[in-house]
């Protein structure tokens, strides 16, 4: 009875194994907003995703989408000549949805990401933060964003964020504390899906009053399904003029505590 | 042992055939593949036989209860037990499997683990020509394949199977460590209570009935599945303060208010529409064989209790009648699953060799195309 139990065992450490994504180079960015609404759909919003290489020599790069508009789409190849300037096409699930870009190579790429409105072509696009990979909070690490504005001038929302590597740890388990100037107004323990997660409404979300200024702040507190975190988590947070329609990414601040 | 190596083999065979089924029906027209809400970092990665109700337990297994419903129409996953996420989210922790390949395998080992428990209750109780046709015909069903899938269909068997026949061999605390278990599984095994009951006064002899004894020995027998669904109940009020949270989940799914009460007048309106309408035989074909599904066995489990079979015709009765809560039949395929007397009451057909291979021949074909159409995303079941 006890030999039948070895080719179970063995199964089941064989389906839980995994190779380990291996990166094809040191350098490691992480775009962590992408958005695309497709034409006719009533929505605006598209993202150019620009790619150089100012060395000189070629430079393989890989891109993640992450989620991407279809299976086959999660990855983007391309080798970039000497000075080359090219554009990651933007291939990702379309809106309400927003996805993340992860970018591989082997030496440093110039990489500008802007959210433009097709249209309102006298709006500034909105610039999207190009992070190092090393940027994302790890497991015990803090992250705070403070400003959301919700009243007669601002919306603002968040969104919790992740590269394409990170699907088999997620969905991770969060803290998350709300405050008001000093004062506290939640914490609360949740998971999070392991897509990016718009929190369009916070004060509707969270069951608090509007037009209250809030902070936030979000602890990782690890992978979920008790895996290995590979690279980790962003929150990133945008404030929306109303009368323009001008966003603004608002600055997300890490604090590390898994050092 | 010998005697549990036909049941374990056949079960092993069928589960190659039911996988191969599925995966090359993943691979056949996947531009047929229907909607459905399920996030692309699941979706991806979830196996063929993990869809629809599936999402509800790798989503507990993955993050647990989420907060209580607040509206109508607002669905949780209170509605589902935890005993089956609980052993897959131990398995995903232990090995770092994927969680929907940890639900087929928790589903797979209980399944394997029911055959030899089916052939035993078969033989007990109908006899050892029964056993082979009563496998047979439990596995080739058409709705079968949920043993297979990220469900509690096969678990909740296992457990209710072990309850019932370590009832008949006088072992009593396995039967209500099983029907403890069961309890917590599925709403189906709260419907042990009744059934152990009156199999236990019918194990007892009729003699005995007289003495208080056989009727304590028989309540004694009925409460661990109330005991295991009160445990989920506690459960809740603990951690959410509200221990029939289950129930109030159950009645927020509807996209309507209703009570149970009104299942049964929501169904017989759906029913009566599809026939005067036509849609019977033109909508839906798996919807119209939920209905044919419901009343075979309704008409199983009185012939159960016309052969005086009492305690299993009425549990095969209580477990085909629940589906009538619902306020719809279309889950009927799947709810007759832990309903094995009526298993075992149809294989008699065997007899008739034929109309026997009409059946099994039928419920094959039917069972490559339940599964077509489930993997598809086309049919919840």
């Known amino acids: 009875m006890k030999s039948a139990l070895v080719p179970l065992v063995l199964f089941l450490l064989l389906t839980g194994c995994q190779r380990e994504h291996q990166p094809i180079g040191d350098y490691q960015y992480f775009i962590p907003a992408v958005v695309r609404s497709p034409r006719g759909s009533g929505l605006e919003w598209k993202t150019r995703v620009v790619l150089s290489n100012p060395s000189g020599s070629e430079v393989p790069v890989r891109a993640y989408r992450w989620p991407p508009a279809h299976r086959t789409l999660e990855t983007f190849d391309v080798t970039l000549a000497s000075g080359q300037t090219t554009s990651i096409p933007s291939l990702v699930a379309p809106l309400p949805a927003v996805s993340s870009l992860y970018v591989e190579s082997k030496q440093p790429v110039g990489l500008e990401v802007l959210v433009e409105s097709r249209r309102k072509s006298d709006l500034a696009p909105l610039r999207v933060p190009v992070l190092h990979i090393q940027d994302l909070a790890r497991p015990g690490d803090t992250l705070r964003i403070e400003g959301l504005l919700n009243d007669d001038h601002y919306r603002s929302h968040y969104c919790f964020t992740m590269p394409w590597t990170e699907k088999d740890g997620v969905p991770y388990l969060i803290r998350l504390v709300m405050t008001t100037g000093k004062r506290h107004l939640l914490t609360e323990t949740k998971t999070i899906p392991g897509v990016p997660l718009v929190v369009a409404d916070p004060w509707q979300a969270h069951g608090l009053p509007p037009g209250m200024p809030l902070d936030l702040e979000v602890t990782l507190l690890g992978s979920n399904r008790g895996r290995k975190v590979v690279h980790g988590l962003w929150v990133y947070g945008i404030r929306q003029d109303k009368a323009t329609g001008q966003s603004e990414f608002l600055q997300t601040r890490v604090e590390r505590g898994s050092r | 042992m010998r005697r549990f190596r036909y049941p374990i083999l056949l079960g092993l065979g069928w589960l190659v055939w039911i996988w191969a089924v599925a995966l090359i029906s993943e691979q056949v027209w996947p531009w047929m593949m229907g909607p459905h809400n399920w996030s692309y970092d699941v979706s991806r990665r979830a196996t063929a036989l993990t869809r629809w109700d599936s999402g509800w337990y790798v989503a507990i297994v993955e993050s647990g209860y989420q907060n209580p419903p607040t509206r109508v129409a607002e669905q949780t996953n209170h509605a589902f037990f935890p005993l089956y996420p609980l052993i897959v989210r131990a398995i995903v922790k232990a090995t770092k499997m994927e969680t929907s390949v940890a639900g087929n395998i928790v589903s797979a080992l209980a399944l394997l683990g029911t055959l030899p428990l089916l052939a035993q209750f078969t033989r007990r109780n109908f006899g050892e020509d029964e056993v082979k046709p009563a496998l047979w015909l439990f596995l080739l069903f058409p709705t079968s394949f949920f043993f297979a899938s990220v469900y509690t269909e096969s678990l909740v068997l296992f457990l209710s199977l072990l309850a019932v026949v370590a009832l008949q061999e006088k072992k009593p605390v396995v039967s209500a460590a099983g029907a403890y278990l069961a309890g917590l599984t599925r709403i189906s095994g709260i419907l042990l209570a009744p059934y152990l009951f009156l199999l236990s006064l019918e194990e007892s002899g009729r003699d005995e009935l007289k003495k208080p004894r056989t009727w304590i020995k028989a309540l004694v027998a009925a409460l661990p599945p109330l005991a295991g669904f009160g445990t989920f109940c506690l459960y809740y009020w603990k951690r959410f303060g509200d221990p029939f949270l289950f129930f109030t989940a159950q009645h927020n799914w509807a996209d309507a208010p209703k009570t149970v009460w009104d299942g049964p007048r929501l169904i017989w309106e759906a029913v ?10 033109t909508k839906s074909p798996a919807r119209t064989l939920e209905g044919f599904f419901f009343v075979l066995f309704i008409g199983l489990s009185l012939y159960l209790i016309v052969k005086k079979r009492f305690s299993h015709g009425a549990y095969s009765g209580m477990t085909t009648g629940i589906i009538l809560a ?26 008739r060799p034929i109309l026997w291979a009409l059946i099994l021949t039928g419920c094959a074909a039917a069972q490559v195309f339940y599964v077509f159409v489930f993997v598809h995303w086309l049919w919840a079941g």
């Open chain 2, 326 to 351: 619902s306020g719809t039949l279309e889950s009927t395929g799947r709810y007759v699953l832990p309903a094995f007397p009526a298993f075992v009451a149809l294989s008699r057909l065997h007899t």
């Open chain 2, 272 to 281: 009566v529409t599809d026939i005067t309408t036509g849609r019977i035989l």
